[in-house]
């Protein structure tokens, strides 16, 4: 025990003997600790963000369509929800589980305004549900309204497919396709506002119409084609897939998480995650070595002193001791510093989002519609950074303390 | 085996393959399709025909007239028949389609990116039922055997489209019967040599003076569970069809 005190004393003692040297290690670590607390957040807040902009746009956590109707969107994988699956989500509603859901149908439509005919994809929303759970409604270009609960014949849709169309806000276009029921379907509908959303595949081609006319319009009767589901929480995804699917007939009901509604993202995320783990990598190891180098300069400076503490008795085992805890104070130290400085950091980066907004057509690219990268800081970071970096400078001193406490007192005394 | 034998042996295979060739090419490929386009169509034809659509979920009958002046490229369509859809026209003059909404009683106009859709949810396409491309100026033909078809021994003709032909069709197979050149199945491919749909003819019978196919079956290569069938009620052929039936008067009269 008096040992110990002895060892502890020295150890912090000689950290500060030497204050320039303590400072440059003390600095690397804080600054490469704050760097790796950064990347992770800003790559795990990116990633989270663009995921969820994805979903929330107009997917949403959770689909459940007629079987077959993701690959093949046509009109005729159409299913009439059961009474079971309505009560289920329900009760995962009233539960919290699920912040809302709600009903939709889609078509392909001719579109013809004059002269001009353009395909389209038409889409039912059910107004005020919608609210809860997406977001492509709400974002109308200037001169243009939303959608509310009243509307009947009124449509809005994406600002290029109503250039490519030539019409625009207050506009009445005729809308052709094929009923449910095989029969010709024409509406005349009236445009009320145009969105734009940065995603290509809605602004070319999509009209939201509310779902009440959509039903009627299209004959769907009793049919519907999806139910889109918001969740709270993302780790309840997979608990409340079970339970629907539990509720419904596997043979004829397909029921989608985001990851197989916007696969596209979830590629892209997985290339920026690795991309993550390769930076953050890097980093660990730069703080490690830089670790290893300061410690291992400190001991053959010393090496003289190791000499003589080993000349007059004192144990190989302590030397090596002494020289663990040197480098245990500065990582210490440096962490708890470090991970101070990347808190804040982060914390500006979260209020502050990274802006590429200068790069959307390069990251619309990859199917990437979000342009603003917030960081997000999280406890597991925290923990994996400290842990990681105290870890590899701790093993990366063993081999310096090991060579001090190895010295021959009678060479080392003579070292210069 | 002696050379001598074998020597034997492929100057038979050899006359035996161009022999064949040389009865193949007797008739020209142009010559059986204009011949059998012109046993089907004529040089105007006025129809009444009954389109079946079956899909998964519901079955649909309709009645719809059909008049065609082949030499000047109009065409004009109405459905009589179920009375939801009736009124609904359709008009081609060269290369413009339009179609008259009954229920919104306007015109638009289908444009000739969309003539290779389908037609009214059938797996007719646009294209199928007003005759836009032509099978004789669109593509290059060749006889490529015999081949018997439900019993009926059949030329075995490939259309290949010619480079700047607005068609997508990567290629045509056409079935037509030796005896009198009538279509009695046509194969539709892709780019990729893929199969998508085929028509089948059947129902041979004299109507409207001349003896051809009645029945006409499309159905997608890749789904047993829809086809779309056109069955001819009556037709005439080479009967004048005034001017006035390809306009846009007619197209949208009330």
Redesign the interface.
Known sequence: MKDFNIIIQLAWRNIWRNKRRTVLTLTTIIIGCAMILFNNALFHGGTEKMIDDAVTINAGHLQIHQKGFFENQT??NAFIPDSGLISTLNELKDKQMIKDFSMRVQTDA?I?FN?????AVVQSIDVEKEKQLTTLHSKILPGGRELNSSDRKNIIMGDTLAKNLGTGVNSII?L?T?G?????C???LTIVGLFKSGNPSYDQRLILMPHAQAVETFAMGDFIHSIIISINRSSDLNQIMSKLKNVTDASSIEILGWRELIPDIVQFVVIDVSVGYIFAAILFLVVALTVLNTIQMSVFERTREFGVMLSIGTSPKNVFSIILFESVFITVIGIAAGLILGSVICTYFKYNPIDYSRFASEFALYGVYTTAYPAKLTALNVVITAVVIYASSILFSIIPARRASKLNPVDAVRHL | MSNKFKTLCVSLIVSIVFGYANIALAVNAKEIIEKSEDAMRGKSLTGNYSITIKTKRWTRVMEVKYQENRGKHQSMLEIYAPVKDAGNRFLLIKNDMWHYIQKTQNTIMIAPSMMLQSWMGSDFSNDDIVKESSLIDDYNQKIIGQEVIDGIKCYKLELNPKPDAPVVWGKIIYFARVSDYLLVRQEFYNEHNVMKKFLSCSNFKVMGGRTIPTLYKMEPSNDGERYTTLEIKSIKFNIPIPERIFSKQNLTRK
């Open positions: 009109m005729e001719l013809s002269d001009t005919t353009s395909g005729t052709l094929q449910f029921d095989g029969s010709i024409a509406e005349k």
